[in-house]
């Protein structure tokens, strides 16, 4: 009788100590991920990051140091939603893609609530009116979602593009409200 009860607190100390452990990894992996969710302070629309470089001297003794990297929250995703624009649908069904699939994006920035796209030249190909119409909504209606933007400009390879697909004049920044307008009469 003895004996079982020596064993049984054994395993119920061993247990404990088991147990104890394991929470303080937790705990401690609970603290790592606050700690990472704390680095990218968010202020003002602006999320800082840092980024590391190396700093080093000589060859002997490697080093990296931290330079802080102030990134807009908006055109990150405003960046994000035109690269899933020229990726087209990510479901199939009656969706289709509203840009060609070789078409890039240069660079992608908010001014003045109006958001500059700057594709590559092979953005610009030719397209029917209801194509282009639906090409130019989808951009409008995607980038309207952010509060930072009102109006879209689209520039072909870094120049202020006069048109995208042949039936649009989009020389100036426009909304969805104004796409109808900008339809050349032939």
Not at 94 to 122: G, H
Request: glycine share 4%.
């Amino acid at each position: 009788m003895k004996r079982i009860l020596i064993i049984s607190t054994l395993i119920v100390m061993m247990t404990s100590a088991i147990l104890s452990t394991g929470c303080e990894k937790v705990s401690k992996t609970s603290k790592d991920k606050q700690e990472k969710v704390h680095l990218m302070d968010v202020q003002d629309g602006y999320m800082s990051l840092q980024v590391y470089f190396d700093a080093s001297t000589d060859d002997k003794a490697v080093s990296i140091a931290k330079e802080e990297l102030l990134v807009n929250k908006e055109e990150l995703i405003g960046e994000i939603l035109i690269n899933q624009l020229i990726k087209g649908p990510s479901t199939e069904g009656n969706l289709k893609a509203i840009l060609p699939k070789d078409a890039r994006l240069i660079n992608f920035s908010i001014k003045d609530d109006i958001a500059i796209i700057n594709f590559s030249k092979e953005a610009a190909v030719p397209m029917t009116a209801s194509k282009e119409e639906a090409c130019l909504k989808a951009m409008v209606t995607s980038l309207a979602q952010l509060e930072s933007v009102s109006k879209v400009t689209i520039l072909i390879e870094s120049k202020n593009a006069e048109i995208l697909g042949g039936n649009y004049s989009i020389s100036k920044p426009f909304g969805l409200q104004d796409i109808s307008s900008l339809k050349i009469e032939e």
